[in-house]
């Protein structure tokens, strides 16, 4: 709900400091490693019991995020890059909560799979939603320019990243907030579906 307004505030500056890193050779795909290798960091963190210090490494792996698409854009777009980078999201959102999970089992580990689960459902629509957005040759850059179509929903990046944010600054509410986001997710997911069957429903009939 909220990617759209960040990525105008945030994009002059990584598209900016993408082709600063572009002009020295950096690769986008060598970014998007970087970021997910910060990402694991930060689980890693989580789970022997520091998310205070997780939460750095967290947000710097999210400019990274950011910064391998900017670096892209400012030398050449590849599909196996968009390909790389949708998978390093997927793992990197995924490690998140099981790192609070494997932090404290006892407490977060229903909370935990809950949220996972309603991940997967949300992962799968957006997905789904691309390709078929593919093959009705639909675009869209409200969300920036990506590699796939991003359909927008209740809970997107923007959001997802505030939520990690606030488990790392109160990881002893991880419980509450997860139900709560997992429910949010799936309302999103559910939202996706219903806005596919309207789409692509007309869409076949033209």
């Known amino acids: 709900m909220l990617d759209a307004h960040a990525r105008r505030l945030i994009d002059p500056p990584l598209n900016a400091f993408g082709a600063v890193l572009a002009a020295r050779g950096v690769t986008a795909d060598f970014v998007t490693i970087t970021g997910l290798v910060l990402g694991l960091s930060a689980a890693f963190l989580i789970a022997i019991g520091w998310p205070f210090l997780a939460l750095f490494l967290l947000l710097a792996s999210r400019i990274a995020d950011g910064l391998d698409g900017a670096v892209a854009r400012a030398t050449t777009k590849t599909d196996f890059g968009g390909y790389l980078d949708i998978a390093c999201d997927f793992l990197f959102y995924g490690a998140i909560p099981f790192a609070f999970v494997i932090m404290n089992p006892s407490a977060n580990a229903i909370a935990g799979a809950f949220l996972l689960t309603s991940f997967y459902f949300n992962g799968t ?53 997860a139900w709560i986001f997992g429910a949010l997710c799936f309302a999103t997911a559910t939202l996706r579906l219903i806005a596919a069957r309207r789409v692509f429903t007309t869409k076949e009939k033209q």
């Not at 078929?132 to 179509?149: C, D, P, V, W």
């Open 125 to 177: 629509s957006f997905l789904g939603y691309a390709i078929l957005a593919e093959k009705h040759e639909m675009e869209t850059s409200s969300q920036g320019i990506k590699s796939l179509y991003f359909s927008n929903g209740l809970l997107e990046g923007t959001e997802t990243i505030v939520f990690f944010v606030l488990l790392c600054l109160f990881p002893t509410s991880f419980a509450a907030l």
